[in-house]
């Protein structure tokens, strides 16, 4: 069944839309989703995620991320 998720991971559809596309009902994709995930070796974080942009305001530090934006509470005084 990994072939089917490598396949549903391809297509860029949600899980709903490709089980309605191969007759097959969602929680059976769901599963091996799940299983095939956990199949896969294990990534830190820092593998996974690159910031492109770091900005500093008064109370945030705004992270700019390939999918959105983080925004961390400073704690700490900044200075210039």
Known sequence: MFPLVESWLKSGLSQKQFCLEHQMPVHILAYWVGRYRQSQPNKTTAD??????????????????????????????LTG
């Open 48 to 77: 996974k995620v690159v910031a492109t942009k770091a900005v500093a305001t008064k109370s945030n530090v705004n992270y700019g991320l390939d999918r959105g934006i983080i925004k961390q509470p400073c704690h700490t005084l």
